[in-house]
């Protein structure tokens, strides 16, 4: 059964009522279209069936479709209606989108995407930071760090101090693109971090790198700081490869 005949299988039965306490009905449209309840290219329920569906008054679900349409998930016409757009013609660089697509993100290749990103920028930002990072930047960075080193077993823990080393470390190159780049693939690289994190067994090498970068910001040495990020981006694609062989195997295993 393709992807239409599965829409229109589902459209011909009961719609199924999401339960109220999901409050964001945008995200919670969002994800179904990540998850492909509404695949690409399809036309999603009429109005009144979504306003059933979710459970809200139709001013609430257009709003939520113009919100979608401008992050490229939806698009509407008259007298046709919405329809999903290609998985091409999304905002993956729009935070919500990568935060809606959540446990299907393998699905996009954007942790391979992300770290391709990471290659290009991260060195640079860091050689950049040597020179111009504020000395409570580099306590920033220290500060985080240190948690990353404290968390102890705890990946959750580990992942928060993670992303806000490598924000702040963009941020401290003082190169306004950078910032705005940080901004757009935070949630990401979270995603990233995180998946990372979890599947390798021992997160020392990575605590050490961080802590060279930290020292080497300090001593304005760019050569030492380009260096470390090359290097923990060498950690990073061995743990992706980690990561991305637990994903297959999770998604193995609910198959």
Not at 33 to 41: D, H, K, L, N
Not at 90 to 105: A, K, R, T
Not at 137 to 163: C, H, N, Y
């Amino acid at each position: 059964m393709d992807s239409f005949e599965r829409q229109e299988h589902r459209l011909n039965e009961a719609p199924e009522r999401r339960p109220r306490v999901r409050k964001n009905v945008t995200a919670a449209i969002a994800e179904d279209i990540c998850s492909e309840r509404y695949p690409s290219g399809s036309p999603l329920p009429r109005e009144n069936d979504l306003c059933d569906i979710y459970g809200v008054s139709r001013t609430v679900i257009r709003e939520s479709l113009k919100i979608l349409e401008s992050k490229g998930l939806v698009r509407g016409k008259p007298r046709i209606g919405t329809t999903v757009c290609d998985k091409d013609d999304w905002n993956i660089l729009d935070q919500d989108v990568l935060e809606w697509m959540g446990p299907y993100i393998a699905e996009f290749d954007i942790l391979g995407c992300i770290l391709e990103a990471r290659r290009t920028i991260e060195p640079v930002a860091a050689e950049y930071a040597a020179e111009r990072a504020t000395a409570q930047e580099i306590a920033d960075l220290e500060k985080a760090w240190r948690q990353m080193r404290d968390s102890g077993d705890d990946p959750e823990r580990f992942t928060e101090a993670d992303v806000m080393f490598h924000t702040v470390l963009l941020s401290a190159s003082h190169n306004q693109v950078f910032r705005r780049l940080s901004s757009a693939i935070h949630a990401g690289l979270k995603y990233a971090l995180h998946a990372s994190n979890v599947a390798v067994d021992s997160r020392d090498e990575a605590i050490a790198v961080h802590g060279d970068l930290v020292e080497a910001l300090r001593l304005r040495n760019r050569t030492g700081a380009r260096d470390c990020a090359h290097r923990m981006l060498d950690l990073a694609a061995r743990d992706l490869t980690a990561a991305e062989k637990a994903i297959g195997r999770a998604e193995k295993n609910n198959t």
